[in-house]
């Protein structure tokens, strides 16, 4: 079975300073990943996917995430944070029946 | 650019009342799948339905979740006899390939 772990339930950086959230996976099959990105008292917006096709993967907002199959990782990146992006994200993996698989979140916090 | 509505955004019940949350999903989707995430713990997987059936569902979805797409807009979730635990925030998604979801904004469900 499909799961996801999300290392860190909090995260602090500065304005400015790179961010790296942390997602691992497992899975039987190839994955298909996600991260999805909440905002205080609002739903679910996607940030990007991975499909098996580029493992560098451009989203939304700058940020960014690398697939690598040797460390079962898609950690996701911004070089420089900005204070709107403090938020709680979520990594997900596709399941066989394509339902996703959420790992436990990450609230990031960006200081001024 | 489409979105996933939801209606309302939130629903105050007593604890044995029937809630129906609704559901409009983007209009060329063909999958549509509940979620829920009770505070502070991650979003879980309730129902995933396809060509008016339900394709999957989890344990928590038992006899008293039942799902509907009464016409050929609405995807409503229906909890028959509510208990307190059902407090939670509850989305909707929908997609069109069946990897890629969207998610509205979702209903935040208070059971007193």
């Known amino acids: 079975a499909q799961s996801v772990t999300q290392l860190g339930s909090h995260v602090s950086v500065s304005e400015g300073a790179l961010v790296l959230l942390r997602c691992n996976y497992s899975?039987?099959?190839?994955?298909?990943l996600f991260w999805y990105v909440q905002y205080p008292n609002q739903g679910l917006q996607l940030l990007l996917k991975?499909?098996?096709?580029?493992?560098l993967v451009k989203g939304i907002n700058g940020f960014e995430a690398e697939f690598k199959k040797s460390e079962t990782s898609f950690h996701l990146t911004k070089p420089s944070a900005h204070m709107s992006d403090a938020a709680e994200y979520f990594c997900?993996?596709?399941?066989?029946?394509?339902?996703?698989?959420f790992g436990s979140g990450t609230r990031l916090l960006v200081r001024p | 650019e489409p979105e996933v509505t939801q209606t309302p955004s939130h629903q105050v019940t007593q604890m044995g009342q029937e809630v129906i949350l609704r559901c409009v999903p983007i209009?060329?989707?063909?999958?549509f799948y509940w979620y829920r995430q009770i505070l502070g713990q991650k979003v879980e997987f309730l129902v995933s339905?396809?060509?008016?059936?339900?394709?999957?569902k989890s344990e928590i979805f038992d006899d008293q979740f039942s799902v509907e797409r009464p016409d050929g807009s609405n995807f409503t979730l229906k909890i028959r006899s509510t208990k307190l635990e059902d407090s939670a925030m509850y989305f909707c998604?929908?997609?069109?390939?069946?990897?890629?979801?969207?998610f509205g904004p979702g209903t935040r469900l208070t059971v007193t």
């Open positions: 899975s039987s099959v190839p994955p298909y």
């Open positions: 997900a993996v596709l399941d066989s029946s394509y339902k996703l698989i």
């Open positions: 209009s060329n989707h063909l999958y």
């Open positions: 998604a929908s997609s069109k390939e069946a990897y890629e979801q969207y």
């Open positions: 339905f396809y060509n008016n059936e339900i394709s999957e």
């Open positions: 991975y499909t098996s096709a580029a493992t």
